[in-house]
């Protein structure tokens, strides 16, 4: 097996809310940078794993419809995790579908198109990772702040992707025979920094009350529908502003809370009610306009055992990966092990 910097993806069509998303950049925050980063870090290291990656690597993070690819210079390998599939145009004229959960070659010349994120997140990864120039250590977008993805912008048709290509004289692909899962159930929260800025009623309608995603939402914040919390005056609507991180919720005059994302600013000056804990900080991602939502308050042990837990589920799924050989090859090392003759004929003139 063989990877060079070589490979190179072509933006036909950037799609809506496309960006090139890793890890992040923690440890920039006292700067005024974002952690930024993907908004679903399971999710997307699955894609990886199912890529051939160690973890880590950049990837294509989708977030509606409308992406499409062709490999400039190849061959590329490819995974999709998530709900979402794509149609594998390849350049002898064959078409044919390409699921998520597992990986695929693709040869110079091959474009691929990708459907709908069905429930507002998915991934696409590359064996290698996309190699864009980093900044502050991180090949994250970030347009806000003009920092990658590509040249501090959105994506545009006719950007190019460098990628490793991928060449190996084994056939055989990833796969897994089921998808990564998040939990249902409500979203688990901490309350506070600041929940005495709100009437012990607000606190209990905040937990109680079902809310809903509303269209205001990108990177950097969703902002809820539901009933308005009630501040305990109008002085306690505001703040000195401090620090906030993804997952806080804040809860502005209106009464009606802001969820922050990845992308949220680094200081806020609207009191925070509660914060979503980290392992549940993927399932925003997935929550699309209209969705309904509940929280529930948890202690700082039980998140901390919920995200063991999920590390925990994670590494159980990807045991389940395994190799396979995709139409048109012929697994020789199978071939060869197998007991193809099990007996003798005699042939008689």
């Given at each position: 097996?063989?990877?060079?910097?070589?490979?190179?993806?072509?933006?036909?069509?950037?799609?809506?809310?496309?960006?090139?998303?890793?890890?992040?950049?923690?440890?920039?925050?006292?700067?005024?940078?974002?952690?930024?980063?993907?908004?679903?870090?399971?999710?997307?290291?699955?894609?990886?794993?199912?890529?051939?990656?160690?973890?880590?690597?950049?990837?294509?993070?989708?977030?509606?419809?409308?992406?499409?690819?062709?490999?400039?210079?190849?061959?590329?390998?490819?995974?999709?995790?998530?709900?979402?599939?794509?149609?594998?145009?390849?350049?002898?004229?064959?078409?044919?579908?390409?699921?998520?959960?597992?990986?695929?070659?693709?040869?110079?010349?091959?474009?691929?198109?990708?459907?709908?994120?069905?429930?507002?997140?998915?991934?696409?990864?590359?064996?290698?990772?996309?190699?864009?120039?980093?900044?502050?250590?991180?090949?994250?977008?970030?347009?806000?702040?003009?920092?990658?993805?590509?040249?501090?912008?959105?994506?545009?048709?006719?950007?190019?992707?460098?990628?490793?290509?991928?060449?190996?004289?084994?056939?055989?692909?990833?796969?897994?025979?089921?998808?990564?899962?998040?939990?249902?159930?409500?979203?688990?929260?901490?309350?506070?920094?600041?929940?005495?800025?709100?009437?012990?009623?607000?606190?209990?309608a905040f937990l109680n009350a079902e809310w809903e995603a509303t269209p205001e939402q990108d990177r950097m914040g969703m902002r809820l529908r539901g009933s308005a919390l009630?501040?305990?005056?109008?002085?306690?609507?505001?703040?000195?502003?401090?620090?906030?991180?993804?997952?806080?919720?804040?809860?502005?005059?209106?009464?009606?809370?802001?969820?922050?994302?990845?992308?949220?600013?680094?200081?806020?000056?609207?009191?925070?009610?509660?914060?979503?804990?980290?392992?549940?900080?993927?399932?925003?991602?997935?929550?699309?306009?209209?969705?309904?939502?509940?929280?529930?308050?948890?202690?700082?042990?039980?998140?901390?055992?919920?995200?063991?837990?999920?590390?925990?589920?994670?590494?159980?799924?990807?045991?389940?990966?395994?190799?396979?050989?995709?139409?048109?090859?012929?697994?020789?090392?199978?071939?060869?092990?197998?007991?193809?003759?099990?007996?003798?004929?005699?042939?008689?003139?």
């Amino acid at each position: 097996m063989t990877r060079t910097a070589a490979g190179t993806l072509e933006i036909l069509q950037p799609g809506f809310g496309t960006t090139v998303q890793d890890r992040g950049r923690p440890g920039h925050r006292h700067e005024g940078i974002p952690l930024s980063g993907w908004l679903d870090e399971p999710l997307a290291e699955a894609a990886n794993a199912l890529a051939g990656n160690n973890g880590g690597e950049a990837v294509l993070e989708l977030r509606g419809m409308g992406t499409e690819l062709r490999v400039q210079a190849g061959p590329v390998r490819v995974a999709l995790a998530g709900a979402i599939a794509a149609k594998w145009l390849h350049a002898d004229g064959k078409n044919t579908a390409l699921p998520a959960w597992q990986s695929a070659t693709l040869q110079a010349g091959d474009r691929l198109v990708l459907g709908m994120a069905e429930t507002g997140c998915a991934y696409l990864a590359v064996a290698g990772g996309l190699r864009l120039p980093p900044q502050l250590g991180s090949r994250s977008s970030y347009w806000r702040a003009g920092l990658p993805g590509l040249l501090g912008r959105a994506l545009r048709p006719g950007d190019l992707l460098p990628c490793s290509t991928w060449t190996s004289p084994d056939p055989r692909e990833w796969r897994t025979p089921s998808p990564w899962a998040l939990p249902d159930g409500p979203i688990r929260v901490m309350l506070g920094p600041q929940e005495n800025h709100f009437r012990p009623e607000a606190i209990a309608a905040f937990l109680n009350a079902e809310w809903e995603a509303t269209p205001e939402q990108d990177r950097m914040g969703m902002r809820l529908r539901g009933s308005a919390l009630q501040h305990v005056d109008a002085a306690a609507a505001d703040i000195v502003s401090d620090a906030v991180t993804p997952g806080a919720i804040q809860v502005p005059a209106n009464g009606l809370p802001i969820v922050l994302m990845a992308d949220s600013q680094t200081v806020g000056g609207y009191p925070k009610v509660a914060t979503v804990i980290r392992a549940d900080l993927p399932r925003l991602a997935h929550l699309k306009p209209g969705a309904r939502l509940r929280f529930k308050a948890v202690s700082g042990a039980q998140a901390r055992q919920a995200l063991e837990n999920q590390r925990t589920d994670w590494t159980r799924w990807l045991a389940t990966r395994e190799t396979f050989v995709p139409p048109g090859f012929v697994d020789e090392a199978a071939l060869y092990g197998s007991n193809l003759v099990s007996g003798m004929l005699r042939a008689e003139p």
